[in-house]
């Protein structure tokens, strides 16, 4: 065997390795996973609606009854009426400063 042959041999063992490697590393990061959020989710929703409505139980300017709190992954909806401007953008800062809140989506109205 020649050494042109026998450097070629090894040369051609190594590119198929380099680019097996590389296709498993690729696959590997293809795999998927159940993400553990997604299944606890209906659950810290509903522990994030309990905190969003405790908190806004504090704000005596706001009559919790008539305020409605929908979480959906993190996102919190608040709906119903109000008497005024501030108190629409009172419930928002309120909701915002709850821990898991993603974002508040502020559908209060004035009475």
């Known amino acids: 065997m020649t ?10 063992a190594l590119l198929a390795t380099l680019l ?17 959020s997604v299944a606890a989710s ?3 929703d509903a522990a994030i609606t309990a905190s ?10 706001l ?3 008539e ?3 929908e979480t959906a992954q993190g996102v919190v909806r608040l709906s119903g009426f109000v008497s005024s401007a501030d108190s ?6 309120v ?4 821990q898991g809140v993603k974002s508040v989506r502020n559908d209060l109205r004035l009475k």
């Open 20 to 36: 097996v490697t590389q296709l498993m590393g690729q696959l590997a990061g293809c795999a998927v996973t159940e993400s553990p």
């Open 95 to 98: 909701a915002r400063t709850v």
């Open 67 to 69: 305020l409605g709190v």
């Open 3 to 12: 050494r042109f042959n026998q450097q070629h041999r090894i040369a051609s």
């Open 88 to 93: 629409v953008a009172a419930a928002a800062s």
């Open 52 to 61: 969003v409505k405790a908190a806004l139980a504090g704000d005596p300017a």
């Open 63 to 65: 009559k919790v009854s």
């Open 42 to 44: 209906p659950v810290d």
